[in-house]
């Protein structure tokens, strides 16, 4: 129980796997004025930063649930590092269906909707992870830019134009879901370019060193078109934000 090998490769440098860069995941736990203590459940924590980040800065203890083998030694490295592998745990499992077997002040699932099929599912899953009065935190894409066509679309990596909201109507949507929006922090194109672009150089590395790979020839391809397809397409129409609601 894995998630594809390319993925890991693509994000092998990545502490952070979203557009949320360091700054931007340290403003998220200020403005939410996160209360030492306080427990957290991450979902597809990919390698724990915000966990371990928070529980250094805010006194947090917590649990991250994901699927990579690798990114999970990352996450257990990181907290070994920053002095709190004592406050936080991890677990290598699939985090879609999965309940905590206490309440939670903070449920979080950034970037990985999937796990819910969607943003009401993983609201829905969240929710029952979090005690009366809790942070719900989510992170999602959205349309900065309405894609002219489905050239647009897909160079997003999205299937179709429906796949995302534009902004207003994604936190109309949370609101719909019964759940107030108390904040948000949202990517710039500098933070996607640090996300994005390192990618790039992992696969160039990963490419140097393992010519011989099968995956080689599929990476190689990317690497020739990624970086022209980013800066075209998802650069320009696609924005991301994590977003904090609590039930009303």
């Known amino acids: 129980m894995d998630i594809p090998r390319s993925f890991t490769i693509r ?7 979203n557009p949320l860069d360091g700054t931007k995941v340290a403003l ?3 403005v939410l004025r996160l209360t030492p203590g306080s427990h957290m459940l991450d979902l597809a924590c990919g390698s724990g930063e915000m966990l371990c980040t928070w529980a250094r800065d805010h ?4 649990t991250g649930v994901d699927l990579s083998a690798t990114f999970l030694a990352g996450a257990k490295a990181r907290a070994a590092e920053l002095g709190v592998a004592d406050r936080v745990g991890f677990v290598h499992g699939d985090a879609a269906g999965h309940v905590a077997d206490e309440p939670v002040d903070i449920a979080a699932c950034i970037g990985a909707a999937w796990i819910g099929d969607g943003v009401p599912g993983t609201v829905d899953l969240l929710r029952r992870n979090l005690r009366p009065g809790g942070l719900l935190l989510i992170g999602h894409p959205f349309w900065r ?5 489905q050239a647009a679309v897909e160079g997003s990596h999205a299937t179709s134009r429906d796949e995302y909201l534009p902004l207003p109507e994604l936190v109309e949507q949370f609101g719909g879901l019964g759940c107030d929006v108390v904040e948000m922090v949202l990517a710039d194109q500098d933070s996607w370019d640090r996300y994005a672009a ?3 150089l992992n696969t160039r590395r990963w490419l ?7 995956l080689a020839p599929a990476m190689r391809a990317e690497l020739d078109t990624e970086p022209a397809r980013y800066v075209r397409y998802q650069r320009e129409y696609l924005g991301w934000g994590v977003f904090a609601l609590m039930d009303r």
Do not use: C, V
Request: aromatic letters at 4%; charged letters at 35%; zero cysteines.
């Open 208 to 214: 140097d060193e393992n010519p011989d790979d099968e």
């Open 59 to 62: 006194g947090l203890t917590g």
């Open 198 to 200: 390192a990618q790039w």
């Open 11 to 17: 994000e092998s440098g990545h502490r952070i796997h």
């Open 28 to 30: 998220l736990g200020e």
């Open 145 to 149: 830019l309405d894609p002219p066509d």
